[in-house]
């Protein structure tokens, strides 16, 4: 046993060996008596008797001890490797987070890049590429805010697109941001056309939740009515704006999903499959509205 600076006892594994031998020693010996025996007697039966006694319970007592400490350090040890496991754990989680944020703002890009193709040189020029900061309650994207105002470009009826076609449009401008309503808004209103058939013609009125497979499997339709009843539209055609009112021609919709003749009315519907995803959006391009003259 050593003293430290403060003059208290340190504990020491030598110390501590030391100790518990003659402890054994003590409670062995002790035990002899007890029993009877003494140390003389035993000698002359077999004079190592006692110290083979001795020498066993020493050894076991000694080697428990031994290993009593090789527990501890092995624990300390063991200890050092998992607090290295679990930094080592939380960095890898860090990088694949990391790696699927540069992931998705990869995808953001490429979509940004994609929804070039659907507008001319002129407009590429007042192009603006924004994030969505904000959006309605519910799994739809009906109405949201964009992170882009009038200190960028931004008016009240320009067009929100991405790389997947019509998003919107915007309904009002702050200085820093904008507020707009995807297709799935009523208010959004659209006209549109039939791709590779000019004449076939109409306007997009109203969305609606329908089953796509099963009650759990859900989708948003848009809904628009042609304005020529022997329209000769079929599902699978691809639906295009028209470019009458604000939104520019040629941009995608969707697709055909069903067309319906209401005797009644003497009009014909369609239910159109929209291309761009409105339970997902982070990036979005605003581009002009087109002018009206």
């Known amino acids: ?80 490797k998992v607090k290295e496991l679990t930094d080592e754990n939380k960095r890898l989680r860090q990088e694949i987070i990391d790696l699927k944020g540069d992931e998705s703002r990869h995808d953001s890009l490429d979509r940004l890049k994609k929804s070039l193709n659907y507008i001319d040189g002129n407009q590429r020029n007042e192009l603006v590429s924004a994030s969505i900061i904000g959006k309605n309650d519910g799994d739809w994207y009906k109405s949201f805010i964009v992170e882009a105002g009038s200190d960028r470009g931004i008016t009240k009826n320009s067009i929100v697109i991405n790389g997947d076609g019509v998003v919107g449009i915007i309904y009002e401008v702050g200085s820093k941001y904008s507020k707009a309503i995807s297709l799935v808004d009523s208010r959004a209103s659209v006209s549109f056309k039939i791709s590779g058939k000019e004449n076939e013609k109409g306007v997009i009125t109203t ?87």
Request: without cysteine.
């Open 207 to 293: 969305s609606s939740a329908v089953g796509v497979s099963d009650l759990k499997d859900i989708d948003k339709l848009l809904q628009g009515y042609l304005f020529d009843v022997k329209s000769k539209v079929k599902v699978g055609d691809l639906v295009v704006t028209s470019g009458l009112g604000f939104y520019p021609e040629n941009i995608p919709v969707g697709k055909v999903s069903k067309v319906i003749y209401d005797k009644n009315k003497s009009m014909k519907f369609v239910k159109i499959r929209p291309n761009v995803d409105f339970k997902k959006l982070d990036e979005v391009s605003i581009i002009p509205p087109r002018k009206i003259e």
């Open 1 to 80: 046993m050593k003293l430290s600076k403060n003059n208290r006892p340190r504990f020491t594994v030598k110390g501590a060996i030391a100790t518990g031998v003659v402890i054994a020693i003590a409670v062995i010996t002790i035990n002899s008596f007890a029993n009877g025996g003494s140390v003389e007697v035993l000698e002359k039966v077999n004079p190592s008797a006692p110290f083979y006694g001795i020498g066993k319970h020493l050894n076991n007592v000694v080697t428990g001890i031994g290993g009593f400490f090789e527990d501890i350090v092995n624990f300390r040890s063991n200890s050092n």
